[in-house]
């Protein structure tokens, strides 16, 4: 296992267009949680799964974000009608999710908006 | 609610002094604190956490409840040091999700 893997690594695309990045985890991890990053910023928390059940969602997750699990492996986030406001790091992290495991994060899809 | 604070964006010190990398949070209850690190070019990894009690590449960090604090720590500083370093927060009631700090770049010159 190498590890959690995000898809694509980089994407540019123009302002109003739709997006979607996957994420898969770590086999045997439960967890899933998506984190956005811009520059000079920690990792802001966005949504995460257990299995397929998206448990929280942060406030900064506008209606324009959708994120599903659909049979609790990979994930994929959404964004439609991109702004520029939406280019950021895109980080996505699994955990066993017996308690406060440590996280295991992916290395992100960086999203560009024009 | 929950906040963490990293107030050094950069920090910059020689080979061999010693580093302290502040972080400090506000939680009124009982946090697990961990210290998240980044080398160039590598993904985000755990360093170590506070509940494990462990040194890591010389790396200490103790939860000091009182002054709400977490301060990373080293004695020695060495040249791969070299990253940026994340403070985060999780309680266990919120799903294992982390809180993160705005990030400190540790520089460590020659």
């Known amino acids: 296992d190498t590890g959690v893997s995000q898809d694509p690594r980089h994407k540019i695309t123009k302002r109003g267009q739709n997006v979607t990045f996957r994420c898969d985890p770590i086999s045997e991890h439960n967890r899933l949680y998506w984190y956005r990053q811009t520059l000079g910023q920690g990792p802001e928390f966005l949504t995460y799964?257990?299995?397929?059940?998206?448990?929280?969602k942060s406030r900064l997750l506008s209606d324009r974000f959708s994120a599903e699990r659909p049979k609790g492996s990979f994930s994929t986030l959404e964004i439609q009608r991109t702004e520029q406001g939406d280019s950021a790091m895109y980080l996505c992290a699994s955990s066993l999710g017996q308690g406060l495991e440590k996280l295991f994060f992916g290395s992100g899809t960086q999203l560009s908006v024009l | 609610a929950q906040r963490v604070t990293q107030p050094e964006k950069l920090l910059s010190v020689f080979k061999g002094a010693p580093v302290e990398l502040k972080c400090n949070y506000s939680y009124s209850g009982s946090p697990e604190l961990f210290w998240y690190v980044q080398y160039s070019r590598q993904r985000l990894q755990l360093l170590l956490r506070?509940?494990s009690r462990e040194s890591i590449k010389g790396f200490t960090a103790d939860l000091n409840k009182g002054e709400t604090s977490f301060h990373l720590k080293k004695p020695f500083a060495q040249e791969e040091d070299s990253a940026m370093y994340y403070c985060a927060l999780s309680t266990y009631n919120q799903g294992g999700k982390l809180i993160f700090g705005q990030g400190t770049e540790l520089s460590v010159k020659p």
């Open positions: 799964f257990q299995n397929e059940a998206q448990l929280e």
């Open positions: 506070h509940i």
